[in-house]
């Protein structure tokens, strides 16, 4: 059963916090990207990873931090940095960022909150 | 700076009738667009994909490209309850790695 997994479904952030969400794929895509969603806005773009150990900064990475070690796992990191982390946080794969392939697919998404 | 535009609704149509959507896009280099179903809480679905000048249907949807007018839409016909959702436009230049989404049209459609 192929898809994109995010972890958690709901995540608490104290103050000074740094925490971690979790997003893995199946679908062999070499290309993963996390945005932003505040309400009623459209989605805006943190970090994007065309192939492992390599990664780009989008629109909004500042207080934001990403690994790529492995194909299917795409980690964000929000620094205590970010000091309005409160959002819904999704992930997305595609199979490569090229003609036709670039259609992104995402996940089920993480809601940060803060304490 | 790219930008996509959308009205931000809500749109409200009775149930059977067409809903149409549309999203006007400041980059004319831009390659490709699609169309993302958004439902409360959750997250977006793609709908369709669309690259050239004209029509593609699927199904009830229909999504519309004019590029020398840098205006894509989605028509659906036969409206139901259950496609009440927000609906996102997202535009892709030069087939690079940055989607640009529109804040998205809230569609009510009415029983």
């Known amino acids: 059963d192929g898809g994109i997994t995010q972890s958690p479904k709901y995540l608490f952030r104290k103050e000074g916090q740094n925490v971690t969400l979790s997003c893995e794929q199946n679908?062999?895509?070499?290309?993963m990207y996390w945005y932003r969603q505040d309400p009623g806005q459209g989605l805006r773009l943190i970090y994007y990873?065309?192939?492992?150990?390599?990664?780009q900064k989008g629109d909004i990475a500042e207080g934001y931090s990403v690994s790529r070690e492995k194909k299917e796992s795409f980690p964000l990191t929000v620094t205590s940095a970010q000091k309005n982390p409160t959002a819904f946080y999704l992930c997305a794969s595609s199979i490569f960022p090229g003609p036709g392939q670039e259609t992104q697919y995402f996940g089920p998404g993480t809601r940060l909150l803060v304490l | 700076q790219k930008e996509v535009e959308q009205n931000s609704g809500p749109l409200s149509v009775p149930e059977g009738a067409i809903a149409s959507l549309n999203c006007t896009y400041s980059?004319?280099?831009?390659?490709?667009f699609f169309w993302y179903r958004q439902y409360s809480g959750k997250s977006p679905e793609l709908i369709m994909s669309?690259?050239?000048?004209g029509d593609k249907e699927d199904g009830r949807f229909t999504a519309q490209l004019n590029k020398a007018s840098q205006y894509v839409s989605l028509l659906i016909r036969d409206s139901q309850p259950s496609d009440s959702a927000t609906y996102l436009c997202?535009?892709?230049?030069?087939?690079?790695?940055?989607?640009?989404f529109g804040p998205g049209t809230r569609l009510s459609v009415l029983p």
């Open positions: 997202a535009v892709n230049h030069n087939y690079g790695q940055n989607f640009v």
């Open positions: 679908l062999n895509h070499d290309a």
């Open positions: 980059d004319r280099g831009s390659q490709s």
């Open positions: 990873s065309q192939i492992v150990n390599d990664f």
């Open positions: 669309i690259y050239s000048n």
